[in-house]
């Protein structure tokens, strides 16, 4: 521990001439590395970073980022560690485990501050201790950075928007070492940037605020349908779902196979669900053979689509010192937004169908997200995203081919598109399909904020 810790400090000393605070760092040889290296996804486990900093402060986060321009060292930084392509975990990397910074404050104007490394379930506890909610993902061990950086698709964001939609500032240290302020009126142009422009580009953040709401009761349910329902569904939801009020927000879940699983699951903002789900059910034109309402609070709901227990563990991580249960993830990923009418369900439920050991989700958006804020996310007039997941069930370089399969079936179908939170590695022309007419923009304002590349990553901005 001594060894590790004073590489580091003495690094760090050496430029900052003033420092005597500590950085944990654990590399290659220490007993606590084969943990602490760890990301989501098992399928990465074979990957060596060059050490993880166990972060605690903005300075940590400052001596890092100087200590990789001093080197040449790759340099990420990992919250939840559930990046698609395992870029957080990256190979010879100087991981920046940012888990340390996991305060929540929850001001009295509504507003909470919140570090960068907390995970979304602790978000939750904390909002609903105060008494307030806010829009963001559904698994329990996603880390609010990453969320936000690329947008934030959540179960009520049709009524409140994007988790980046309710940014007030963050703060972020740049690859020159500065911790900045950034909003509104202070480095805007990076501030819209932070909002869409995903992770792992301009620098690391350590805290945001965010604007939040009164906690209110919500209706969670889900409608399982006979799979041979599923043209019909992918019928009709599209204009359903458009025209349900903005407190209606689900998503449609199909899996493989000759008979898939097929369900819509969401969240109404309220207590009165049921002439909406009635609605739909008439406009399928097949009753479903399983129906569930429930009115819950805002943390139980949470808790609901997390599929775990606050209570119990099984919301917190398994790996990386986490001291939970809940399990890792093994499969790969994929993404297209849909940009238009479903005009050939058939085609698409057989695209679905196809993909073997696939589960499929298309998630509604419109409402509140179409009416956002200026941001980098370049989709608000999407009138959904589709998510495709494939298990390693078949091997990963066979799953990857059935996934590039759907992807650009999917393209045919809706065009080019794709969520940054779903990074895909093979994904053609991703800078385009990610950012679309943001990308640009983006562009220029990361050669001003990094003009020497200290982020660079495979499909980084810079």
Request: glycine share 12%; aromatic share 8%.
């Amino acid at each position: 521990m001594l060894r590790r810790r004073a590489l580091l400090q003495t690094a760090a000393l050496a430029w900052l001439g003033k420092s005597t605070m500590d950085v944990q760092l654990i590399r290659p040889g220490d007993a606590a590395y084969r943990d602490a290296k760890l990301g989501y996804f098992t399928q990465y486990d074979g990957q060596r970073p060059s050490a993880i900093a166990r972060i605690t402060s903005p300075a940590d986060v400052q001596r890092c980022i100087e200590i990789a321009r001093r080197d040449g060292t790759r340099i990420t930084a990992r919250c939840g560690g559930h990046s698609y392509p395992g870029y957080s975990t990256a190979d010879g990397a100087l991981v920046v485990d940012v888990r340390g910074l996991n305060r929540v404050d929850v001001r009295p104007d509504g507003t909470a501050e919140v570090g960068a490394g907390v995970l979304l379930m602790d978000l939750y506890v904390a909002l609903a201790n105060a008494g307030r909610m806010m829009p963001a993902g559904t698994c329990a061990t996603v880390g609010i950075s990453g969320l936000t950086l690329g947008g934030g698709i959540g179960v009520t964001a049709r009524q409140f928007g994007l988790t980046c939609d309710r940014l007030v500032s963050a703060k972020i240290v740049t690859p020159d070492g500065v911790h900045r302020t950034v909003s509104a009126t202070e480095h805007a142009d990076l501030f819209w940037a932070l909002r869409g422009g995903g992770g792992g580009n301009f620098g690391i953040v350590t805290s945001f605020v965010f604007r939040t709401e009164p906690a209110r009761n919500l209706t969670t349910f889900s409608l399982t349908f006979p799979s041979a329902a599923l043209p019909a569904l992918l019928s009709v939801w599209p204009d359903w779902q458009a025209k349900a009020p903005d407190a209606m927000t689900t998503t449609v879940g199909v899996g493989s196979g000759r008979n898939p699983h097929v369900e819509v699951s969401g969240c109404f903002v309220g207590t009165n669900a049921k002439p909406l789900l009635d609605d739909l059910v008439r406009r399928v034109g097949s009753p479903p053979t399983a129906r569930r309402e429930q009115e819950q609070t805002f943390l139980s709901a949470m808790e609901r689509f997390a599929w775990c227990k606050t209570t119990d563990g099984s919301c917190k991580p398994s790996w990386n010192g986490g001291g939970g249960t809940q399990g890792r993830g093994s499969y790969v990923a994929t993404s297209r937004m849909l940009t238009r009418p479903i005009t050939d369900p058939q085609r698409l439920a057989e695209i679905f169908k196809n993909t073997p050991n696939s589960y499929n989700m298309i998630d509604a958006m419109g409402g509140a997200v179409g009416r956002g804020p200026a941001s980098a996310f370049p989709h608000r007039s999407a009138l959904a995203s589709i998510q495709v997941e494939l298990s390693l069930q078949a091997g990963e370089a066979n799953a990857r081919r059935a996934m590039g399969v759907a992807r650009d079936e999917l393209a045919k179908m809706f065009g080019a598109t794709g969520y940054v939170n779903y990074l895909d590695p093979q994904m053609p022309d991703w800078a385009g399909t990610y950012y679309g007419s943001s990308l640009g923009r983006l562009k220029e304002i990361a050669r001003k904020y990094d003009p020497d590349r200290v982020f660079a990553f495979p499909q980084g901005l810079v």
